[in-house]
């Protein structure tokens, strides 16, 4: 049975909380720590069942980890043994292919299953394998299995077609092994991405950004012990609001910084929100006011990104006239639409032609002759009264939408999946009931 937890809508979320660290930093700088033999010590890393599933990956390598604080965590990679990651953990976790690049630095060499979802066709690699084929890297796959070989590997500049962040990060830790000066182009701008830099940069390497979408990269040989703190989990941060003006609350955020929000933080006076910023907390409150329709783009960073339209499509069933969101990264991320129209919204999916937009696809692998236009536009007409019932999180977008409309619904909402948002979420169920929210599991 699927745990599932009972929300009683209707009370504002008011007080304070910790914005915990990023579970996509953490994961890509736990495996950049392979490169090191010696200890290298992660604050800030968040204890949730990703984080925990990549570490298994690692520990079966031969490294070893130790939480030595909540979330302070030592890793060393001194005794690893195997190059070859065992295919009952590394075909589970969509993190699994960050590891190459610190086992061809140490073995020169590597065996990774590739993840089944990718095997399904759920984000595709593909930009990752022309990283390695750009770098010399030999590959071969046969039945799921890809070996990888680093005999002839050199410095490489790289040009991604569309913006990746993933693809970014494996091309920067393939570059840093490797002798010579690599560069990447239209290259990610994500603050998770310059984390892992910062941290590549701690450890021996030399990655720079010389224009913002241009990043070079000098290898090196010789990696050693740093410490490293885990930025905070901006996705997070940006629920905690919109779950404030969604039930009327009053929130203090503490632990984040302005950067990474500001194309966020730029909507909220677009649509009358209250938000106040100093050092680093932010304070977001909303007592009755009446917001304002939006309409929103989604790309990647720094724009306006995809994980944030699913709440704020929530928030706009509670405002007076239309929201327009068109999301440009993925083309399957209105799943959710479905059951918040089953609450009382009102929400339209549309193709993108159909409104006189551009039909933009970042996914390389989706053939628009074949599947035709996608429905990536949402029309969110409001305001609408949301009642509790029951409701099916599918995955992590669907659940930040369906628990902000549980929140502020009229009764009960069982909601089912709720792991799905707390596998990414540290203490996610703890915080909401520390800020008033009425929850049991």
């Not at 979320?13 to 953490?26: E, F, R």
């Not at 195997?82 to 969509?94: D, T």
């Not at 500049?157 to 393939?174: H, P, Q």
């Not at 913002?212 to 410490?227: C, L, Q, R």
Request: proline share 4%; aromatic share 8%; hydrophobic share 40%.
């Amino acid at each position: 049975m699927k745990p599932s937890v009972d929300i009683q809508g209707g009370n504002p979320l008011k007080g304070s909380i910790k914005i915990s660290g990023s579970h996509i930093a953490a994961s890509k700088i736990i495996y950049a720590s392979l490169f090191v033999s010696e200890d290298v010590v992660l604050e800030n890393v968040p204890n949730v069942d990703t984080v925990k599933s990549d570490l298994s990956l690692i520990k079966a390598l031969g490294a070893s980890y130790e939480w030595i604080g909540k979330n302070s965590l030592l890793i060393n990679a001194a005794n690893l043994t195997s190059f070859e990651v065992p295919f009952e953990i590394g075909s589970q976790l969509r993190t699994t292919m960050l590891v190459v690049g610190p086992l061809l630095h140490k073995f020169g060499k590597a065996c990774v299953p590739l993840p089944l979802n990718i095997k399904a066709g759920f984000r595709p690699i593909n930009r990752w394998f022309d990283v390695w084929d750009a770098f010399g890297v030999k590959i071969r796959e046969k039945d799921g299995i890809v070996t990888f070989d680093s005999s002839e590997v050199r410095a490489a500049d790289i040009k991604f077609k569309g913006i990746t962040n993933s693809g970014t990060d494996n091309a920067i830790l393939t570059a840093s092994f490797i002798n010579g000066e690599s560069t990447i182009s239209n290259a990610s701008q994500s603050p998770e991405t310059d984390n892992l830099i910062d941290f590549v940069n701690s450890i021996g390497a030399k990655v720079e950004r010389v224009e913002p979408d241009v990043i070079k990269v000098t290898g090196t040989s010789t990696f050693s012990s740093a410490k490293h703190r885990i930025i905070f989990d901006k996705n997070e941060a940006v629920l905690f609001m919109l779950l404030a003006l969604i039930t009327n609350g009053n929130l203090i955020l503490k632990g984040t910084e302005r950067g990474p929000l500001l194309s966020f933080l730029s909507s909220l006076p677009k649509i009358g929100a209250t938000f106040e910023f100093a050092n680093d907390e932010i304070r977001i409150w909303r007592i009755g006011e009446e917001l304002q329709p939006i309409n929103i783009t989604s790309a990647p960073s720094p724009a306006y990104l995809t994980d944030w339209i699913s709440p704020m499509c929530a928030l706009m069933t509670q405002v007076e006239g239309t929201s327009v969101f068109h999301d440009t990264v993925y083309v399957d991320n209105f799943g959710y639409v479905t059951q918040l129209n089953s609450m009382g919204a009102n929400i339209e999916l549309k193709r993108p032609s159909e409104v006189g937009l551009e039909c933009v696809i970042s996914n390389d692998a989706y053939n628009l002759k074949v599947e035709g236009e996608p429905f990536t536009v949402a029309h969110v007409t409001g305001k609408t009264k949301l009642k509790g019932r029951s409701l099916h999180i599918e995955g992590y977008n669907s659940g930040l939408a369906l628990v902000s409309a549980a929140l502020c619904a009229e009764g009960k909402s069982t909601v089912i999946g709720i792991e799905k948002v707390e596998q990414y979420t540290e203490d996610f169920i703890e915080k909401l009931l520390s800020l008033g929210a009425s929850i049991e599991r």
